[in-house]
C-alpha cells in the first residue's frame, strides 16, 4: 500500500498567488514526521518544512506552512506569494518513529510558477 | 562549505562494470543514508548507518554494498553495473536516527550503457 501518496503530478501557479500542493500518508504509529522538500532543476533536494505528529500546532516557515490534518492523514504544503524561483519538484516524505531514520516519499508534484 | 558532499557528480559506465560513489558529512552528524532517485524521479531510501553500523538494508540487489568507515563517510559500491542501475544516487546525513531533518548531498548521476 502506497504510505504517501500526492494525487498532483503537475500544477501551474501565478505568480505572487498561493498554492497548495496536496500529500496523504498512511501509517499505523501513532509517532511520526512529515516533512516536505524541493527539488529545483539542478537536482538538489531542500528541506523545506517539518511537522511531528503531535505537534498541536500547523508548522510554518517562512512563505511555507503546513496544513497538517491528523484525522484526515493529509499535510499539504502551502506556498504563499509564489516566486519563479518556486518552480520546482516537490516531495513530501514520512518518517516513522519507529523505522530508525527511513524517509519514505511521494511521487512528487512538479510546480511551475508563471509570470 | 559543503556540508554533504558527493564524488562523482556523474558517472558514465558500462555494464558489468564495478563502481563506487564516495559520500563525506562535515556536520558531525551520527547518521547516514544512501537514496536512489529513478527515472520517475521517485526516490527510495536503499541504506542507513548510525555510527558506521548498518541500521537500515532494504530490499537491494546485493551486488550493492555500502561501507562506512567512520561516522562522516558512506561509500556506496555496485558490483557488475546494470542498465537499470541508472539513477540519481542521493547521499544524506542526520544528526542522529531520531533527527528529524536529513541534509541531502548534491547527488549523483549513474548512467549505465
Known sequence: AQKITQTQPGMFVQEKEAVTLD??????????????YKQPSSGEMIF????????????????????????????????SA?????????????EEHNQGGKLIFGQGTELSVKP | DTAVSQTPKY??????????IKCEQ????????????????FLKIM?????????INETVPNRFSPKSPDKAHLNLHINSLELGDSA????????????YEQYFGPGTRLTVT
Open chain 1, 23 to 36: 500529500c496523504t500518508y498512511d501509517t499505523s504509529d501513532p509517532s511520526y514526521g512529515l516533512f516536505w
Open chain 1, 48 to 79: 523545506l518544512i517539518y511537522q511531528g505528529s503531535y505537534d498541536q500546532q500547523n508548522a510554518t516557515e517562512g512563505r511555507y506552512s503546513l496544513n497538517f490534518q491528523k484525522a484526515r492523514k493529509s499535510a499539504n504544503l502551502v506556498i
Open chain 1, 82 to 94: 509564489s516566486q519563479l524561483g518556486d518552480s520546482a519538484m516537490y516531495f513530501c516524505a514520512m
Open chain 2, 11 to 20: 558517472l558514465v559506465t558500462q555494464m558489468g562494470n564495478d563502481k563506487s
Open chain 2, 26 to 41: 562535515n556536520l558531525g552528524h551520527d547518521t547516514m543514508y544512501w537514496y536512489k532517485q529513478d527515472s520517475k524521479k
Open chain 2, 47 to 55: 541504506f542507513s548507518y548510525n555510527n558506521k553500523e548498518l541500521i
Open chain 2, 88 to 99: 540519481v544516487y542521493f547521499c544524506a546525513s542526520s544528526q542522529d536516527r531520531a533527527s
